[in-house]
């Protein structure tokens, strides 16, 4: 079908631009059912008017291969405003075509299988010395700490730095992450200002952290160090105006999304007794004692069903923009040339035509004998899918596992009465009160005093 056959004959998506400017953006940020209303009344596909622009939702695991295997084609990457000034002009993720495949593989030995099995040590340590800690504590607002633990991994590991000795670059990423989608209104007091001036200071930060490594080349194989050595075809090395973009990103991505993952796994765990027992069941049957591996994390077969369901019932990453480059259509609807196309990822998950009784916590649709999400490609996408991929995805899964074979074997928890676990959905989902719990290690476990070392 040509394009101006495309334009003449098609309709546009059902669904309503909202009021003058602003459209459908507040509703959007602040209603965590603004897209199952929609979806209940239009269908799934509508447009809506969200950040400035008009956007078309398509939702379901059609919707998601046609957007995502058509990159550079029909769409390319495209994010809010507030977004793409807050990640930063070199950010991989605002990246696109030859640009973005070259600094993607260069980011993704970071990934690399190697690369996962020099990090379980360290991650073991700091995953123990934070679940000591919470120990002694016994009751807890955990989602606060969890977010403190992701960020320590990810700057040990991603960057080699300490972030547990500077609690204040702690603080000031966590302001930062709270202005990344939001109306870009940059005022002092606004979020967006406030992000904007912590962006400043992190970046500053960075910058000191890049300097001190190129005087003093170091040993470690972190991101950071792979970034530093990096060279392209020419041997440029990147600059460091690149390189505090690239490492800003690296740690958003190894901590933002991997703490909502690591809630909602204790949150889902705690109110499915019945499946946190048959994961501890399979830690002692396992019986690795210490000094686990990747080759121990790839027998745990249930705990691996376990994070998948968690991943697919409260998906950190709500979906993805991007721009039309050029008019297509899609189940019979015009997508215009210039509007952003928005993929849906909770909506996909719980696709009652893909997934049995959807609703329901249930680790076991992933057994092969079931594998409900094989049935289609690009059902169960929480890290996307298609050349924009989540990069991190091995380290993310790596680092869940990890941390909840350790929580599982040695620890239980109960959530404390009278809170608020209705999620707030933006940056990432996270319960509104912060998920308090009581803690204890569980009986007949003694605390483990050696290291992974």
Same mark, same amino acid.
């Given at each position: 079908?040509?394009?101006?056959?495309?334009?003449?004959?098609?309709?546009?998506?059902?669904?309503?631009?909202? %009021?003058?400017?602003?459209?459908?953006?507040?509703?959007?940020?602040?209603?965590?059912?603004?897209?199952?209303?929609?979806?209940?009344?239009?269908?799934?596909?509508?447009?809506?008017?969200?950040?400035?622009?008009?956007?078309?939702?398509?939702? *379901?695991?059609?919707?998601?291969?046609?957007?995502?295997?058509?990159?550079?084609?029909?769409?390319?990457?495209?994010?809010?405003?507030?977004? $793409?000034?807050?990640?930063?002009?070199?950010?991989?993720?605002?990246?696109?075509?030859?640009?973005?495949?070259?600094?993607? $593989?260069?980011?993704?030995?970071?990934?690399?299988?190697?690369?996962?099995?020099?990090?379980?040590?360290?991650?073991?340590?700091?995953?123990?010395?934070?679940?000591?800690?919470?120990?002694?504590?016994?009751?807890?607002?955990?989602?606060?700490?969890?977010?403190?633990?992701?960020?320590?991994?990810?700057?040990?590991? %991603?960057? /080699?730095?300490?972030?547990?000795?500077?609690?204040?670059?702690?603080?000031?990423?966590?302001?930062?992450?709270? *202005?990344?989608?939001?109306?870009?209104?940059?005022?002092? =007091?606004?979020?967006?200002?406030?992000?904007?001036?912590?962006?400043?200071?992190?970046?500053?930060? #960075?910058?000191?952290?890049?300097? $001190?490594?190129?005087?003093?080349?170091?040993?470690?194989?972190?991101?950071?160090?792979?970034?530093?050595?990096?060279?392209?075809?020419?041997?440029?090395?990147?600059?460091?105006?690149?390189?505090?973009?690239?490492?800003?990103?690296?740690?958003?991505? /190894?901590? @933002?999304?991997?703490?909502?993952?690591?809630?909602?796994?204790?949150?889902?765990?705690?109110?499915?007794?019945?499946?946190?027992?048959?994961?501890?069941?399979?830690?002692?049957?396992?019986?690795?004692? @210490?000094?686990?591996?990747?080759?121990?994390?790839?027998?745990?077969?249930?705990?691996?069903?376990?994070?998948?369901?968690?991943?697919?019932?409260?998906?950190?990453?709500?979906?993805?923009?991007?721009?039309?480059?050029?008019?297509?259509?899609?189940?019979?609807?015009?997508?215009?040339?210039? =509007?952003?196309?928005?993929?849906?990822?909770?909506?996909?998950?719980?696709?009652?035509?893909?997934?049995?009784?959807?609703?329901?916590?249930?680790?076991?649709?992933?057994?092969?004998?079931?594998?409900?999400?094989?049935?289609?490609?690009?059902?169960? #996408?929480?890290? *996307?899918?298609?050349?924009?991929?989540?990069?991190?995805? @091995?380290?993310?899964?790596?680092?869940?596992?990890?941390?909840?074979?350790?929580?599982?074997?040695?620890?239980?928890?109960? %959530?404390?009465?009278?809170?608020?676990?209705?999620?707030?959905? #933006?940056?990432?989902?996270?319960?509104?009160? /912060?998920?308090?719990? $009581?803690?204890?290690?569980?009986?007949?476990?003694?605390?483990?005093?050696?290291?992974?070392?």
């Amino acid at each position: 079908m040509t394009t101006t056959h495309v334009k003449r004959s098609l309709p546009l998506p059902p669904g309503s631009f909202g %009021l003058p400017l602003i459209g459908e953006t507040i509703g959007f940020l602040r209603d965590p059912n603004f897209v199952d209303k929609r979806y209940k009344r239009y269908g799934s596909i509508f447009k809506t008017h969200v950040f400035g622009r008009p956007t078309v939702y398509m939702l *379901g695991a059609e919707a998601n291969r046609f957007l995502l295997t058509n990159e550079n084609q029909n769409f390319s990457i495209s994010w809010p405003y507030s977004t $793409k000034v807050l990640l930063g002009p070199a950010s991989l993720s605002v990246q696109t075509g030859d640009v973005h495949q070259k600094r993607r $593989k260069l980011l993704s030995q970071a990934f690399q299988p190697r690369a996962l099995a020099g990090y379980v040590s360290s991650m073991a340590d700091i995953t123990r010395s934070y679940l000591h800690k919470w120990e002694r504590l016994e009751t807890l607002k955990w989602y606060p700490e969890l977010r403190k633990y992701t960020f320590d991994v990810a700057c040990k590991l %991603l960057v /080699g730095t300490d972030a547990a000795a500077d609690s204040h670059f702690a603080e000031l990423f966590e302001e930062w992450c709270e *202005g990344l989608f939001t109306i870009p209104v940059p005022l002092p =007091w606004t979020k967006f200002g406030r992000a904007l001036r912590c962006r400043q200071q992190l970046l500053k930060r #960075i910058e000191e952290i890049v300097l $001190k490594r190129q005087q003093q080349p170091s040993s470690s194989q972190d991101a950071l160090e792979l970034l530093l050595q990096a060279r392209d075809e020419d041997g440029n090395s990147l600059s460091v105006q690149e390189l505090k973009d690239q490492v800003l990103l690296l740690l958003f991505a /190894g901590h @933002e999304t991997l703490t909502s993952a690591l809630a909602s796994l204790c949150l889902l765990l705690a109110q499915h007794p019945e499946v946190l027992a048959n994961a501890r069941a399979e830690q002692q049957q396992l019986g690795f004692e @210490e000094l686990l591996t990747l080759e121990h994390l790839k027998q745990m077969t249930y705990l691996e069903q376990v994070l998948k369901e968690v991943l697919r019932v409260i998906p950190p990453v709500g979906g993805g923009f991007r721009e039309v480059l050029k008019p297509c259509e899609f189940n019979g609807y015009l997508i215009p040339q210039g =509007w952003s196309a928005l993929y849906q990822v909770g909506r996909t998950h719980k696709d009652s035509s893909v997934y049995t009784e959807p609703e329901r916590f249930d680790p076991q649709r992933f057994i092969p004998e079931r594998s409900e999400d094989k049935a289609k490609p690009f059902s169960h #996408i929480p890290f *996307g899918g298609g050349v924009r991929e989540c990069l991190g995805k @091995e380290f993310a899964k790596l680092e869940m596992k990890l941390f909840a074979a350790l929580l599982i074997r040695e620890y239980e928890w109960e %959530l404390l009465p009278e809170q608020n676990l209705d999620m707030i959905m #933006i940056p990432t989902p996270h319960p509104r009160d /912060g998920l308090r719990v $009581k803690l204890s290690r569980t009986a007949g476990t003694t605390v483990s005093t050696n290291s992974q070392k």
